[in-house]
């Protein structure tokens, strides 16, 4: 087959292309060029009507350093940050470089996500922003190793962890961690009314627990913990490598255990009312139904700060 012959081409140069694309020479320039001459809108005080709840930037994302008490026990990872004060009625705005380039400033000193770091962040944030609070959002994908239950083989299984840090002046700090793991579960109507078989799916459980002032990370990885109230309710575990008897394994334990969403939250609650560093939980588990277009989900709230003995 004869190749068709193609005259080469003679560009115009770049600045010409450019032009060609509507580029225009620079215009005039009369404003200030030094920092200290520019206008500083964000810092003018006037009556502005209200306070803010709220002001920041979120969906930053930076590479962070993370422990853990499972395989791999020192991990880098991706972490999406929110940061944000609050700003007084006088104030029109917050400098919104300063979250960033803190954020920078602590990486460079290598520092490593944990609660410690982030009250030491938020206290320093809301004392350079001037304002009496701060808050620092950050989640990340964890992984940890999850190993065949009869070959032993490893693989990499992540979840999905959150920490929240609020700094009051006058409050202290306000400290949320966040857990999303998946499992599997089996129906148990399904297993009761069929002659053989039960449907089982994919679920998904998140947790959200407010830690107690005295919570010690150097003693418990709060991530494992919650991890393992999720996982240890659910019919079976999740296996990033299964051979065929660790297959077998799994299935039967799955139809040993079966569950409801209904089940899975309450029994996930029932482990984290059992945490004393935890004051106040959330679980919700939704399950990606298998023989229905819909998903089931179930969730629960509590506040152990209002028991009564």
Request: glycine share 4%; net charge negative; with cysteine.
């Amino acid at each position: 087959m004869s190749k068709v012959q193609k005259q080469k081409k003679q560009l115009p140069s770049k600045k010409e292309r450019h032009q060609l694309f509507g580029s225009v020479p620079p215009g005039p320039r009369t404003k200030p060029t030094e920092k200290d001459k520019m206008p500083d809108l964000q810092n003018t005080n006037k009556d502005f009507l209200f306070e803010l709840d709220a002001v920041g930037i979120q969906n930053v994302k930076h590479p962070i350093v993370i422990h853990s008490k499972m395989k791999p026990y020192n991990q880098t990872t991706i972490g999406t940050f929110t940061f944000s004060s609050s700003i007084r009625q006088e104030s029109k705005g917050t400098n919104m470089s300063r979250f960033t380039e803190q954020l920078n400033r602590y990486y460079e000193n290598g520092f490593t996500l944990d609660i410690k770091m982030m009250k030491s962040f938020t206290k320093e944030l809301a004392e350079r922003l001037k304002q009496k609070d701060a808050t620092m959002e950050v989640t990340f994908p964890w992984f940890f190793e999850r190993k065949g239950p009869d070959s032993e083989l490893p693989g990499m299984n992540h979840a999905t962890a959150s920490i929240r840090v609020e700094y009051h002046a006058e409050e202290d700090f306000d400290i949320k961690v966040s857990l999303e793991g998946t499992i599997t579960t089996l129906c148990p109507c399904s297993k009761e009314i069929s002659e053989y078989s039960a449907h089982n799916q994919r679920g998904k459980v998140s947790m959200v627990t407010d830690l107690t002032d005295d919570f010690d990370e150097e003693e418990i990885d709060w991530k494992q913990a919650l991890l393992e109230a999720a996982e240890s309710n659910a019919s079976a575990r999740i296996h990033p490598v299964l051979k065929r008897p660790d297959e077998k394994m799994v299935t039967e334990t799955a139809y040993e255990n079966p569950r409801f969403v209904e089940d899975i939250v309450r029994l996930v609650a029932a482990d984290l009312y059992e945490m004393p560093f935890v004051k106040v939980f959330d679980v919700k588990c939704v399950n990606e139904e298998s023989i229905h277009l819909h998903d089931a989900m179930a969730s629960i709230h509590y506040d152990k700060t209002k028991m009564i003995d």
